[in-house]
Protein backbone atom coordinates (compact mmCIF):
# COMPACT_ATOMS: atom_id res chain seq x y z
CA UNK A 1 0.00 0.00 0.00
CA UNK A 2 0.73 3.80 0.38
CA UNK A 3 3.38 5.32 2.58
CA UNK A 4 3.20 8.61 2.87
CA UNK A 5 6.06 10.17 5.32
CA UNK A 6 6.17 13.97 6.19
CA UNK A 7 9.01 16.20 7.73
CA UNK A 8 9.37 18.33 10.06
CA UNK A 9 7.57 17.39 12.61
CA UNK A 10 7.74 20.29 14.77
CA UNK A 11 8.41 23.87 13.36
CA UNK A 12 8.32 26.82 14.66
CA UNK A 13 8.97 30.27 12.77
CA UNK A 14 8.56 34.03 13.08
CA UNK A 15 5.35 35.36 12.04
CA UNK A 16 5.87 36.93 8.86
CA UNK A 17 8.47 34.02 7.63
CA UNK A 18 7.51 31.09 5.71
CA UNK A 19 6.82 27.42 6.82
CA UNK A 20 7.44 24.66 4.21
CA UNK A 21 6.46 21.20 4.69
CA UNK A 22 7.39 18.28 2.60
CA UNK A 23 5.56 14.41 2.23
CA UNK A 24 7.07 11.71 0.54
CA UNK A 25 5.01 9.17 -0.83
CA UNK A 26 6.01 5.55 -2.02
CA UNK A 27 3.03 4.75 -4.74
CA UNK A 28 3.32 6.21 -8.13
CA UNK A 29 -0.52 5.38 -8.61
CA UNK A 30 -1.37 8.39 -6.20
CA UNK A 31 -2.70 10.72 -7.73
CA UNK A 32 -4.59 13.34 -5.48
CA UNK A 33 -2.54 15.40 -2.85
CA UNK A 34 -4.94 16.90 -0.23
CA UNK A 35 -3.30 19.05 3.04
CA UNK A 36 -5.26 19.70 6.13
CA UNK A 37 -5.24 21.90 8.75
CA UNK A 38 -6.27 20.22 12.36
CA UNK A 39 -6.65 23.01 15.04
CA UNK A 40 -7.01 22.07 18.80
CA UNK A 41 -9.72 20.26 19.36
CA UNK A 42 -11.22 20.22 16.04
CA UNK A 43 -11.11 17.63 13.12
CA UNK A 44 -8.54 18.41 10.47
CA UNK A 45 -9.78 20.58 7.66
CA UNK A 46 -8.92 20.92 4.06
CA UNK A 47 -6.91 23.69 3.12
CA UNK A 48 -5.42 22.88 -0.39
CA UNK A 49 -5.27 20.24 -2.96
CA UNK A 50 -3.22 19.10 -5.76
CA UNK A 51 -4.05 16.58 -8.34
CA UNK A 52 -1.38 14.97 -10.54
CA UNK A 53 -1.96 16.45 -13.51
CA UNK A 54 -0.60 20.06 -11.85
CA UNK A 55 2.98 20.71 -10.54
CA UNK A 56 1.85 24.10 -8.38
CA UNK A 57 -1.41 25.63 -6.98
CA UNK A 58 -1.72 28.57 -4.76
CA UNK A 59 -4.49 30.27 -2.66
CA UNK A 60 -3.92 33.58 -1.33
CA UNK A 61 -0.46 32.83 1.30
CA UNK A 62 -0.70 28.99 0.84
CA UNK A 63 1.07 27.11 -2.30
CA UNK A 64 1.33 23.49 -2.91
CA UNK A 65 3.80 22.03 -5.22
CA UNK A 66 4.09 18.47 -6.69
CA UNK A 67 6.99 16.30 -8.40
CA UNK A 68 5.73 13.16 -9.66
CA UNK A 69 8.54 11.82 -10.52
CA UNK A 70 10.38 12.47 -7.17
CA UNK A 71 7.25 11.86 -5.67
CA UNK A 72 7.27 14.23 -3.15
CA UNK A 73 5.09 17.22 -2.61
CA UNK A 74 5.42 20.34 -0.08
CA UNK A 75 3.32 23.41 1.47
CA UNK A 76 4.21 26.76 1.29
CA UNK A 77 3.17 29.22 3.82
CA UNK A 78 3.90 32.47 3.43
CA UNK A 79 4.04 35.87 5.68
CA UNK A 80 2.95 33.27 8.35
CA UNK A 81 0.29 34.52 11.04
CA UNK A 82 -0.12 33.45 14.56
CA UNK A 83 -3.28 32.09 13.45
CA UNK A 84 -1.71 29.50 11.10
CA UNK A 85 -0.76 27.67 14.10
CA UNK A 86 -1.99 24.07 14.27
CA UNK A 87 -0.98 20.54 13.22
CA UNK A 88 -0.72 20.03 9.37
CA UNK A 89 -1.33 16.57 7.57
CA UNK A 90 -0.71 15.94 3.63
CA UNK A 91 -2.42 12.96 2.42
CA UNK A 92 -1.99 10.78 -1.13
CA UNK A 93 -4.50 9.07 -2.39
CA UNK A 94 -4.11 6.07 -4.59
CA UNK A 95 -6.62 3.98 -6.09
CA UNK A 96 -9.44 3.24 -3.85
CA UNK A 97 -11.29 5.63 -1.39
CA UNK A 98 -8.98 5.93 1.20
CA UNK A 99 -6.05 8.50 2.02
CA UNK A 100 -2.94 7.67 3.50
CA UNK A 101 -2.03 10.77 6.38
CA UNK A 102 1.43 11.56 6.83
CA UNK A 103 2.30 12.21 10.55
CA UNK A 104 1.45 15.72 11.23
CA UNK A 105 3.97 18.93 11.27
CA UNK A 106 3.05 20.83 14.69
CA UNK A 107 3.49 24.25 13.19
CA UNK A 108 4.03 27.31 15.95
CA UNK A 109 3.81 31.07 14.36
CA UNK A 110 5.67 33.06 17.02
CA UNK A 111 4.28 36.53 17.31
CA UNK B 1 -20.24 26.66 5.74
CA UNK B 2 -21.78 23.09 6.17
CA UNK B 3 -20.40 20.47 8.79
CA UNK B 4 -20.11 16.77 9.51
CA UNK B 5 -21.31 16.81 13.60
CA UNK B 6 -20.17 13.82 15.78
CA UNK B 7 -21.78 12.50 18.94
CA UNK B 8 -20.52 12.61 21.72
CA UNK B 9 -17.25 14.51 22.01
CA UNK B 10 -15.89 12.06 24.40
CA UNK B 11 -16.34 8.76 25.54
CA UNK B 12 -15.08 6.58 28.08
CA UNK B 13 -15.90 3.28 28.59
CA UNK B 14 -15.35 0.01 30.17
CA UNK B 15 -13.17 -2.80 28.14
CA UNK B 16 -15.33 -5.37 26.92
CA UNK B 17 -18.26 -2.83 26.58
CA UNK B 18 -20.20 -1.72 23.13
CA UNK B 19 -19.87 1.52 21.98
CA UNK B 20 -21.71 3.79 19.15
CA UNK B 21 -20.14 6.62 17.86
CA UNK B 22 -22.42 8.51 15.71
CA UNK B 23 -22.01 10.95 13.20
CA UNK B 24 -24.64 13.23 11.19
CA UNK B 25 -22.72 13.99 7.80
CA UNK B 26 -23.58 16.89 5.38
CA UNK B 27 -26.51 16.24 3.37
CA UNK B 28 -25.70 15.95 0.00
CA UNK B 29 -22.36 14.27 0.31
CA UNK B 30 -22.39 10.63 -0.93
CA UNK B 31 -19.58 9.31 0.88
CA UNK B 32 -18.87 8.39 4.38
CA UNK B 33 -16.13 7.69 6.32
CA UNK B 34 -14.21 6.32 9.67
CA UNK B 35 -10.92 7.18 10.42
CA UNK B 36 -9.11 7.07 13.80
CA UNK B 37 -6.17 8.72 15.14
CA UNK B 38 -4.24 6.52 18.21
CA UNK B 39 -2.11 9.39 20.26
CA UNK B 40 1.05 10.71 18.54
CA UNK B 41 0.33 8.44 15.59
CA UNK B 42 -0.69 8.45 12.05
CA UNK B 43 -4.46 9.09 10.79
CA UNK B 44 -5.48 6.01 9.58
CA UNK B 45 -8.30 4.69 7.65
CA UNK B 46 -10.61 2.53 8.68
CA UNK B 47 -13.49 2.15 6.19
CA UNK B 48 -15.52 3.92 3.61
CA UNK B 49 -19.17 3.71 3.06
CA UNK B 50 -21.65 4.07 -0.17
CA UNK B 51 -24.76 3.54 -1.55
CA UNK B 52 -25.81 1.55 2.00
CA UNK B 53 -22.76 -0.79 1.58
CA UNK B 54 -19.24 -0.28 2.71
CA UNK B 55 -17.09 0.28 -0.33
CA UNK B 56 -13.33 -0.29 1.09
CA UNK B 57 -12.06 -1.11 4.78
CA UNK B 58 -8.79 -1.82 6.26
CA UNK B 59 -6.97 -4.17 8.41
CA UNK B 60 -8.10 -2.23 11.18
CA UNK B 61 -11.70 -2.77 10.31
CA UNK B 62 -12.20 -6.21 11.99
CA UNK B 63 -15.21 -8.47 13.14
CA UNK B 64 -15.73 -6.15 15.88
CA UNK B 65 -16.56 -2.71 14.14
CA UNK B 66 -19.56 -2.37 11.96
CA UNK B 67 -20.97 0.72 10.14
CA UNK B 68 -24.58 1.39 9.70
CA UNK B 69 -26.62 4.24 8.32
CA UNK B 70 -29.77 3.76 9.46
CA UNK B 71 -31.39 6.86 8.35
CA UNK B 72 -31.39 9.50 6.31
CA UNK B 73 -28.95 11.64 7.89
CA UNK B 74 -27.15 9.16 10.48
CA UNK B 75 -23.66 7.43 9.91
CA UNK B 76 -22.43 5.09 12.78
CA UNK B 77 -19.37 3.30 13.70
CA UNK B 78 -20.19 0.45 16.19
CA UNK B 79 -17.22 -1.10 17.97
CA UNK B 80 -18.90 -4.61 19.74
CA UNK B 81 -16.30 -5.36 22.85
CA UNK B 82 -13.86 -2.34 23.65
CA UNK B 83 -10.63 -3.33 23.71
CA UNK B 84 -8.10 -0.70 25.47
CA UNK B 85 -6.37 -0.53 22.23
CA UNK B 86 -9.47 0.67 20.45
CA UNK B 87 -8.94 3.93 22.86
CA UNK B 88 -8.40 7.03 20.32
CA UNK B 89 -9.81 9.96 18.55
CA UNK B 90 -12.36 8.99 16.06
CA UNK B 91 -13.04 10.61 12.81
CA UNK B 92 -15.90 10.71 10.56
CA UNK B 93 -15.93 12.43 7.16
CA UNK B 94 -17.42 12.80 4.31
CA UNK B 95 -17.28 13.68 0.53
CA UNK B 96 -19.39 14.90 -2.81
CA UNK B 97 -17.91 12.20 -4.41
CA UNK B 98 -15.19 9.43 -4.02
CA UNK B 99 -13.04 10.39 -7.01
CA UNK B 100 -10.38 13.46 -6.31
CA UNK B 101 -12.59 15.01 -3.79
CA UNK B 102 -10.97 16.51 -0.15
CA UNK B 103 -12.78 15.10 2.83
CA UNK B 104 -15.19 17.23 5.25
CA UNK B 105 -14.23 15.92 8.61
CA UNK B 106 -15.58 16.23 11.91
CA UNK B 107 -14.26 17.13 15.22
CA UNK B 108 -14.19 13.50 16.45
CA UNK B 109 -15.31 11.32 19.40
CA UNK B 110 -12.31 10.68 21.79
CA UNK B 111 -12.87 7.25 22.93
CA UNK B 112 -11.07 6.21 26.15
CA UNK B 113 -11.63 2.43 27.01
CA UNK B 114 -10.81 1.90 30.57
Known amino acids: GENVEQHPSTLSVQEGDSAVIKCTYS??????FPWYKQELGKGPQLIID?????GEKKDQRIAVTLNKTAKHFSLHITETQPEDSAVYFC??????????FGTGTSLTVIP | EPEVTQTPSHQVTQMGQEVILRCVPI?????FYWYRQILGQKVEFLVS????????KSEIFDDQFSVERPDGSNFTLKIRSTKLEDSAMYFC????????????FGSGTRLTVV
Open chain 2, 93 to 104: ASSVSGINYGYT
Open chain 1, 27 to 32: DSASNY
Open chain 1, 50 to 54: IRSNV
Open chain 1, 91 to 100: AARSTGNQFY
Open chain 2, 27 to 31: SNHLY
Open chain 2, 49 to 56: FYNNEISE
